[in-house]
């Protein structure tokens, strides 16, 4: 059974802080990883895609793979209170798209 | 570009009736995937399709159906609808399993009583 599993949440943080995100999954034949921002009542937007090992910065967000731990999260710097939102992790195999529950983040301001 | 379009938004079923929801994309993307999400929930793939006339089981296609004859369309039936398949319904498209990019429609949030 692949799974993807993250932190339901609620995670606060104050404006201006880092958010960390944190995902496992047990497919170790996943290729790409996927992160995912839906505000309440909305469809997913893509924030964040990694396919390698390491370290892949977007702006404010930067998101970190390491397949032997399987093992990816997004670090959200200087938060503001419109990152408020869920978070999925999404995590692809051989077209076989698996997402986690979501965490809910929200920023204080 | 529309991009991912579904209908209807809203929709409330009875036990056993049948209903089908639209997507439809208008970025002639070869890729589309049907999800549904319960409350505090991930998505859960149901069907996706890989080209016309192509289309494949995801994780949760029990008492689902669909077709692919168009590159745009991709509808998603529900036969002898259940209380189980209350969901909010997603539609996404991509270019290719190779791109990034899944775009999501905004959804069809289903009822059923």
């Known amino acids: 059974q692949k799974e993807v599993e993250q932190n339901s949440g609620p995670l606060s943080v104050p404006e201006g802080a880092i958010a960390s995100l944190n995902c496992t999954y047990s497919?170790?034949?996943?290729?790409?990883f996927f992160w995912y921002r839906q505000y309440s009542g909305k469809s997913p937007e893509l924030i964040m895609f990694?396919?390698?090992?390491g370290d892949k910065e977007d702006g404010r967000f930067t998101a970190q793979l390491n397949k032997a731990s399987q093992y990816v999260s997004l670090l959200i710097r200087d938060s503001q209170p419109s990152d408020s939102a869920t978070y999925l992790c999404a995590v692809n195999s051989n077209n076989d798209m698996r997402f986690g529950a979501g965490t809910r983040l929200t920023v204080k301001p | 570009n529309a991009g991912v379009t579904q209908t209807p938004k809203f929709r409330i079923l009875k036990i056993g009736q049948s209903m089908t929801l639209q997507c439809t994309q208008d970025m002639n993307h070869n890729y589309m995937y049907w999800y549904r999400q319960d409350p505090g929930m991930g998505l859960k793939l149901i069907y996706y399709?890989?080209?016309?006339?192509?289309?494949d089981k995801g994780e949760v296609p029990n008492g689902y159906n669909v077709s692919r004859s168009t590159t745009e369309d991709f509808p998603l039936r529900l036969e002898l609808a259940a209380p189980s398949q209350t969901s909010v319904y997603f539609c996404?498209?991509?270019?290719?399993?190779?791109?990034?990019?899944?775009?999501f429609g905004p959804g069809t949030r289903l009822t059923v009583l």
């Open positions: 996404a498209s991509q270019v290719t399993v190779s791109t990034d990019t899944q775009y």
């Open positions: 990694i396919y390698s090992n």
């Open positions: 497919d170790r034949g996943s290729q790409s």
């Open positions: 399709s890989v080209g016309a006339g192509i289309t």
